[in-house]
């Protein structure tokens, strides 16, 4: 079960970069490729398998696509009918994906530590008396 669990998060980051991938393609965001192949991951865990953190990297260029700013753009110009017919507008690929994923990894993992302790019960020794 220790190696379970890091194998579940490293699947799950890989599945989160899936999704973001088919965002960025959806919303044909390009910046030749760059963002779409930059992504990376690691999973940390302890010495008994539990997950201590999942980094996710990609180019930073990506948070200034999200929030749509960048190149002369600021924050509170975006998408502003001033500057012309090419408004910079925000394209969200990262905050709703992440928070559905990340709300299934929570499911998935509270599944496992409850198997876990159940596993541990069943295996305890002599007589166990819980009321």
Sequence with gaps: MVVDKKITADAWAGILIER???EIERLDIVDSR??????EKAVESSANGDVQRIELAYDFYG???????GKGTKFGDAGDALL????RQ???WIGEILSKETFKLSEIMA???ADEGVAMIST????????
């Design 63 to 69: 948070w200034f696509v999200d929030l749509g700013v």
């Design 34 to 39: 760059s963002l779409y192949n930059s992504f």
């Design 111 to 113: 599944k496992k530590y």
């Design 84 to 87: 012309g017919s090419r408004a």
């Design 20 to 22: 973001w991938q088919k």
């Design 90 to 92: 925000p394209r969200k």
């Design 124 to 131: 305890l020794p002599g007589r166990l008396n819980l009321g």
